[in-house]
Every structure is written in structure tokens, then in C-alpha cells.
Nanobody, 121 residues
Framework: QVQLVESGGGLVQAGGSLRLSCAAS????????MGWFRQAPGKEREFVAV??????DYADSVKGRFTISRDDYGNTIFLQMNSLKLEDTAVYYC????????????????WGQGTQVTVSS
């Protein structure tokens, strides 16, 4: 069993930065590929970024602005978000990958409860 807790969300002006964290209890995260997803009001949850043993990958909408990383112990992953835009406003979730394509929500099993990111003009 894995428990995930996101933190670091908040209100930020467009162009600003935030750093999200996802702390895990239970099995060590470095055994898993880990992803960040987000869900904006009235929209479906969408893929943002993933990190595995080989490297990282990002949604086109955040590429060059967001960076996913993990700490040396593998118990925490991060999402550094720079040059934030209004359209980045959403609840952000971290999740552990089970099987299947990284971009698919159904490929992940354990999820945190999310942290709200609001970007204002």
C-alpha cells in the first residue's frame, strides 16, 4: 500500500512559479514510475509529467516550463512550475504508475488527494 500527499499549491500571478511536492509513505517511490496529472474545472484529468528510471516526459503544454524530479531517497517527487499561465489553473495530483502508457490516467493506481494551483492575471 502506498499513500501519497501533495503539497505546495497556492495562488500565484501569471508568469510566476510554484513547486509542488508529493510525499509517499509505504513502499519507496523509486520502485515506481511516478506521474503528475491535473484537472481543471469542467475538464477531464490530464497528464502533465512522468519520471521513471530512464528519465522524464512532459505534456506538450508544459514542456520547457515544468520540471519533474525526485529526491535521492525516492520518497518524494517534485514538480517545479515556471512561467505559469492562466490555463495552468487546476488541481494537481501525483500518482504511481502500474502498467500501460504513461499518458493514460488508467495506467496509474495510487493517487494523492490533490493540491490546488490557481494562476491569476
Amino acid at each position: 500500500q502506498v499513500q501519497l500527499v501533495e503539497s505546495g499549491g497556492g495562488l500565484v500571478q501569471a508568469g510566476g512559479s510554484l513547486r509542488l511536492s508529493c510525499a509517499a509513505s509505504g513502499r519507496i517511490l523509486r520502485m515506481y514510475a511516478m506521474g503528475w496529472f491535473r484537472q481543471a474545472p469542467g475538464k477531464e484529468r490530464e497528464f502533465v509529467a512522468v519520471i521513471d528510471r530512464s528519465g522524464t516526459d512532459y505534456a506538450d503544454s508544459v514542456k520547457g516550463r515544468f520540471t519533474i524530479s525526485r529526491d535521492d531517497y525516492g520518497n518524494t517527487i517534485f514538480l517545479q512550475m515556471n512561467s505559469l499561465k492562466l490555463e495552468d489553473t487546476a488541481v494537481y495530483y501525483c500518482a504511481t504508475h502500474r502498467s500501460g502508457g504513461y499518458f493514460r490516467e488508467g495506467s496509474y493506481d495510487y493517487w494523492g488527494q490533490g493540491t490546488q494551483v490557481t494562476v491569476s492575471s
